[in-house]
């Protein structure tokens, strides 16, 4: 027989036990057209990232999915890869070049920085893919891709020149935001709106050759250097003589016109708004239906650009100082106002952003939208928890087009050459040499690179070979689930569904499951600046992986935000040690290897936890099947802890400690039976230790994690004799109870009577006779038919079929339990004088503290309640 080490010890086994599933290939599945295949593609981490609680949780939530699956029957291939994730990792290069050597992006050019790029990615690569190898993440690493390697590329490219052709992407000057900081265009999804404290300004714009002006609010006065109109809503009586009229705008001095619109609001500010069609999306759309020029005012570092006459150079906000203070020298600033309003803020940096015209290129989103939007509404991905749905839907249907290209090096460059002789743009799938229009070889190419979530919306197709149609892709496409963060809903999870319809005419996935975030034990945001984070490999480092996963998957519910704590992962370590030692009882009372269980004459005991076993693996699958992850563990957790360890180990003694070797073969088997597939049914929650466990009880195959997910087996359905044994174990938990309230150690053993009515309790007492003297400290059980036989001097309490009596006499020496008791009055007494004098003290009452008043008015109703439960015992004994 083997045997597991004294202690729970997960550091001496997890490693080793990763490596052996590696080398063993169990983690790459073939592409068996006898089985079914299930897919996950992982959401690909950052390659400058380490591995934090989010990941951890997200990893542990597709590796349980994926590992039950497996068990289960299927070819589940989980794909993992790593995102070179543009922006974020183009700073982090920047910023180690400039520690090193001193140099900015534009010392050390493109080519020595995209030499550093890449070298970054072979250094942290392979950090974050290990870290999710420490998580127990059965990935098949033989298929790990990266977001910029060949095939993921050659993806991009196709479908940046597909919707090219089909005139789904184009070139335009648009209104986008740009950080001034990070030097680049972001989309909507990449800026927070944070509400801010800000102000209004109104502004007198005088009317050309007559007295008055026109008054405008503005939160951004310096944007009036490109202003080119003021616009007044068509139906708004008080404008109406002055539409066509012109204006003076004040410091620059530029004529503009007064025109109508019917987008301007009459209840905000004056009612008249300046139109800056450079600087803001809504003006930018007054600008095109009105046909106003467009005057960018600023530099790509957002400071004054030569369209802002004596103010070029400024930074944007001295600047708004500097025009503020002449406009009140004019005496054109006519008020300023408190306003709170939404400003944008870059995601990566946290700068304000600037909206601002510029060229770039977009993809159009309404025919793309459409297809996207269905596939949700009729079902063929269902996010869970649905209310998602309707924050996906809403997306959609308001979505504007997508600006995808990124003033960045790091990235895929767009395959664009524009023609320095002719103009002309071509787009290609192989690197041009000549202009495709008049033949040039005078060609340069788009010095841009794409959004990071432009390859990344192509993950679930592009890493399985596409545009080639591969084998992987016939098989393994459409993947069976995504599991990820609410909060990349837009940036990714809808970008997914709209490409892998559009190129593959199929959704990507089934299902969206969705988590939310992990939180500290108050409930707040994990940051760096809080200090508040608790990094998952300190966690797997001091507990294992296994106490680690079972912390972040009990108790969370998809879509939930969690919070993790330190006490969460005792309890968790705690649960491994139980399962540990009880593994260790079940293998030390082991006889031999055999493994089949012998279901004749088992005990009611016996029946009693194959019943429930067979239960748990019914609910269990039920629960997984439909994602609820959390509470399949919280059913485990029980499982074990109370079921099989508190109970049916303690069961089994009597049998195990007998003479009786027919009787200890059947106990012994049904032990190893369900800690066998307990083990089975906890693997993909905690696959170290259960393997560790599982490789040295008896078993059949040579992992459990290629073993097979246990199946509801009718003939191991018992419910009468579960409930029979139901009603013996609350009878011992009744007397243990009475006993324990009583103050009366369980060493000392007494008699027990139970008062029935019934026939058929009295048999099932009788049957569970040996259970209730051996687990209740009992000497000798009475079933009692005849009431009046029944000693008064007893704890009693009703149970299920009848009374549980506890003579007092056979417990305790009623003299000396009454002398102290009379005792024990006689202080309590003491206590309640003294409290009593002092809450009638006046003097005491009024000047004391209201807290102490108040506690010494708790302390006298708590004695008075001692009292109460002692004259009861009092009179009980008497
Ligand atoms: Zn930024
Ligand atoms: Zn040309």
């Not at 003021?230 to 503009?256: M, S």
């Not at 309230?741 to 139970?754: L, Q, R, V």
């Not at 305790?812 to 005792?823: F, G, S």
């Amino acid at each position: 027989m083997k045997e597991i080490a004294k202690t729970y010890n997960p550091k001496e086994f997890e490693d080793r036990i990763y490596n052996e599933w590696m080398s063993k290939g169990y983690f790459t599945p073939d592409i068996d057209h006898n089985k079914k295949p299930f897919t996950i593609v992982i959401p690909p981490p950052n390659i400058t990232g380490q591995l934090h609680m989010g990941h951890a949780l997200d990893n542990t939530m597709q590796d349980i999915l994926i590992r039950w699956k497996r068990m289960q029957g299927y070819s589940a291939l989980w794909m993992p890869g790593s995102d070179h994730a543009s922006i974020a990792t183009e700073v982090k290069v920047l910023e180690s070049i400039k520690e090193e050597t001193g140099l900015t992006k534009r010392d050390i050019g493109r080519e020595e920085f995209l030499k550093k790029a890449w070298q970054w990615k072979d250094k942290y690569e392979s950090r974050i893919l290990d870290q999710l190898k420490k998580l127990g993440s059965s990935c098949d690493w033989s298929r790990t891709r990266f977001t910029m390697d060949e095939v993921c590329s050659r993806a991009v490219r196709e479908v940046f020149v597909s919707l090219y052709e089909k005139g789904l992407i184009y070139r335009g000057d648009r209104i986008i935001n740009w950080c001034p900081d990070c030097n680049t265009a972001l989309s909507d999804a990449e800026i927070e709106h944070k509400e801010q404290k800000g102000f209004l300004w109104y502004i007198k714009y005088p009317i050309k050759n007559e007295d008055g002006y026109v008054v405008i609010a503005t939160t951004r006065p310096e944007t009036m250097l490109g202003d080119v109109a003021v616009a007044v809503n068509p139906d708004d009586e008080r404008y109406k003589d002055i539409i066509g009229k012109t204006l003076i705008l004040p410091i620059v001095n530029r004529e503009i016109p007064v025109i109508s619109d019917s987008y301007v609001d009459p209840s905000f500010g004056t009612g008249a708004v300046k139109v800056t069609p450079a600087h803001d999306p809504n003006d930018f759309e007054i600008g095109l239906r009105h046909s106003l020029p467009f005057i960018n005012i600023m530099n790509e570092n957002a400071t004054i650009n030569e369209n802002g006459g004596k103010y070029e150079g400024l930074e944007r906000y001295e600047a708004r100082k500097l025009i503020v203070e002449e406009l009140k020298q004019l005496n054109l600033l006519l008020k300023t106002e408190e306003h709170n309003h939404n400003v944008g803020h870059c995601y990566r940096c946290d700068t304000v952003v600037e909206p601002m015209v510029s060229k770039q290129w977009f993809v159009k989103m309404e025919p793309l939208a459409k297809p996207a939007l269905d596939a949700v509404k009729n079902g063929d991905t269902s996010f869970i928890p649905e209310r998602f749905e309707k924050v996906y839907i809403n997306w959609l249907e308001n979505i504007k087009d997508w600006c995808i290209s990124r003033q960045l090096w790091w990235g895929h460059r767009i395959p664009a050459w524009y023609c320095n002789d002719c103009g002309h743009i071509t787009v290609s799938r192989e690197n041009p040499q000549r202009c495709e229009a008049c033949g040039s070889v005078n060609i340069r190419q788009d010095e841009d690179v794409l959004d990071t979530w432009f390859s990344s919306a192509l993950w679930p197709f592009s890493t399985m070979g596409w545009p080639n149609e591969t084998e992987e892709l016939k098989y393994f496409f459409p993947t069976d689930v995504l599991v990820t963060g609410y909060d990349i809903i837009f940036f990714w999870v809808a970008r997914m569904i709209f490409m892998s319809l559009e190129f593959m005419k199929q959704v990507p996935f089934k299902y969206v499951l969705l988590h939310g975030l992990v939180r500290d034990e108050k409930g707040r945001k994990m940051s760096k600046s809080l200090g508040n984070g608790i990094d998952p490999l300190e966690i797997i480092d001091k507990y294992g992986a296994d106490t680690l996963r079972f912390t972040l998957i009990t108790g969370n519910a998809p879509g939930n935000d969690m919070r993790f704590s330190n006490e969460k992962v005792e309890l968790s370590r705690n649960f491994a040690n139980k399962l540990w030692n009880a593994s260790r009882y079940v293998l030390l009372n082991l006889s031999d290897d055999n493994t089949k269980l012998y279901t004749d004459n088992l005990t009611m005991a016996d029946k009693w936890i194959l019943t429930r076993y067979n239960d748990i693996v019914k609910e269990v699958t039920e629960n997984l099947e439909k994602f609820e992850l959390g509470i399949a563990a919280g059913k485990l957790y029980d499982f074990v802890w109370s079921e099989f360890c508190d109970w049916y180990i303690e069961l089994s003694k009597p049998v195990l400690y007998s003479d009786d070797v027919e009787a200890k073969k059947i106990t012994r088997s049904v032990l190893r039976y369900v800690l066998d597939n307990t083990l089975r049914l906890l693997h993909p929650f905690m696959p170290f230790i259960t393997e560790e466990i599982w490789q040295n009880i008896p078993h059949q195959g040579d992992s459990i994690m290629i073993s097979d997910w246990p199946l509801y087996n009718d003939k191991l359905n018992f419910k009468s004799d579960e409930q029979s044994m139901e009603i013996v174990m609350e009878a011992i938990r009744t007397v243990r109870n009475l006993r324990a309230e009583a103050n009366i150690s369980p060493a000392k053993k007494a008699k027990i009577i139970i008062s029935v009515d019934r026939d058929d309790y009295q048999k099932i007492f009788e049957l569970g006779e040996n259970y209730i003297l051996k687990l209740a400290g009992g000497n000798e059980l009475i079933i009692e038919k005849d009431k009046s036989k029944i000693p008064q001097k007893a704890l009693s309490a009703a149970i299920h079929g009848g009374l549980i009596v506890l003579p007092l006499e056979d417990l305790i020496n009623i003299e000396e339990e009454l002398n102290r008791l009379n005792t024990e009055k006689i202080s309590i007494l003491k206590e309640i004088e003294r409290a009593e004098g002092m809450l009638n003290n006046e003097k005491f009452v009024r000047k004391a503290p209201e807290n102490v008043v108040n506690a010494e008015k708790e302390k006298l109703e708590k004695y008075k309640l001692m009292l109460k439960d002692i004259d009861e015992r009092i009179k009980l004994l008497k």
